[in-house]
């Protein structure tokens, strides 16, 4: 397949809700993303770019975004954010968590610039960097949440969210700009072999292209299965919390499965308290709440920067 017709295939199967912004780097990615939108829905597409003064160069891709915008008719919301990482988050992880909420604030600022509600975010995450998630997943011995890599759609803060190249080599994008004279910003640290990310898509893609030549896809396949089986965890989880309440009452927890009530305990931190508990401290609290049989029995283990107590009939996290 040629990489127009793979590009054209992801579009036609991506049908957001218009108008709609186009998160953009000045990266090849979502350069390609941007002029595929707009030559789909001309008059419909804005896009929002992220300055966040991270690296020198930070100007310079500002600079890309705008004269590009401005050759296409795309209207482009620069939002300039300053990530700050508590202690215990990488800065990866704080930069990408400020980059989102930066995102929504250049979406409400292009509705209000437009005088017309933006319905609907895209970003240009491709195969590549789907399979490289799941690697990553696999080498923490991430459960089906990590494993389901990153979503294709979801909703949050009022808009859409899309990525429709998850199933598009990162390669057929550089060659679909090439093909059409476009140039785009290239981020110096994606040669840096400093960075795992970056080592798994410059040795391990290749090694493993050599010897399954249609990985991409059928890793894609896998992290749908394994979306599938998380969504219904999920209602599980759901039907269980109705029964025991959140927080959730240790009589209707100890009556549970070892695998249902593992399932309750993680919904429950996660949901409501945004914690995701490891292996080891979901095993630990399974046994405390088994020996838990007298009432004055206490239950107390550290999860992040809290602890699961008891507290009368339930189970209480407290920072
Ligand atoms: N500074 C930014 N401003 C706006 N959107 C961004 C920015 N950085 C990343 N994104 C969006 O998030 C997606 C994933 O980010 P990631 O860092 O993996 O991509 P990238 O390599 O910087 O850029 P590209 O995907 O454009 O090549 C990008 O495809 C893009 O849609």
Not at 17 to 25: C, D, I, N
Not at 138 to 149: E, H, M, T
Not at 166 to 183: F, I, M, Y
Request: aromatic residues 6%; contains cysteine.
């Amino acid at each position: 397949m040629s990489a127009a017709d793979g590009i054209e295939q992801a579009l036609k199967g991506f049908n957001p809700r218009l108008p709609l912004a186009v998160a953009f780097s000045g990266g090849a990615d979502s350069t390609a993303l941007v002029l595929a939108c707009q030559q789909r829905w001309p008059g419909q597409v804005a896009a929002i770019h992220v300055h966040h003064g991270l690296q020198a160069a930070a100007d310079d891709f500002a600079q890309f975004c705008r004269r590009l915008c401005t050759e296409h008719d795309v209207p482009l919301e620069v939002v300039h954010c300053q990530a700050r990482h508590a202690r215990g988050q990488s800065p990866e992880d704080a930069a990408r968590k400020a980059r989102y909420r930066a995102l929504t604030a250049g979406a409400h600022a292009l509705t209000a610039r437009l005088q017309r509600p933006v319905a609907s975010i895209a970003l240009a995450q491709h195969a590549d960097d789907q399979v490289e998630t799941l690697l990553l997943a696999l080498s923490r011995g991430a459960g089906l949440p990590g494993l389901a890599a990153m979503p294709g759609h979801w909703q949050r803060d009022g808009f859409d969210w899309y990525r429709p190249f998850l199933q598009v080599p990162g390669q057929a994008l550089r060659e679909w700009l090439a093909a059409r004279g476009q140039s785009w910003m290239e981020d110096p640290t994606n040669a840096d072999l400093a960075y795992t990310r970056n080592r798994i898509r410059h040795q391990v893609l290749p090694a493993l292209q050599a010897v399954f030549p249609m990985f991409r896809t059928t890793f894609a396949r896998s992290s749908q299965h394994a979306a599938q089986a998380q969504a219904l965890l999920q209602e599980v989880a759901q039907q269980d919390a109705q029964h025991s309440g959140l927080p959730p009452r240790i009589a209707a927890l100890q009556q549970l499965s070892p695998a249902r009530q593992a399932n309750l305990l993680r919904y429950w931190l996660n949901a409501m308290h945004g914690v995701t508990p490891s292996a080891a401290q979901l095993r630990e609290l399974q046994r405390q709440l088994a020996a838990c049989t007298t009432r004055g029995h206490a239950i107390d283990l550290k999860v992040a920067d809290g602890h699961v107590k008891r507290q009368g009939a339930h189970l209480l996290w407290l920072k």
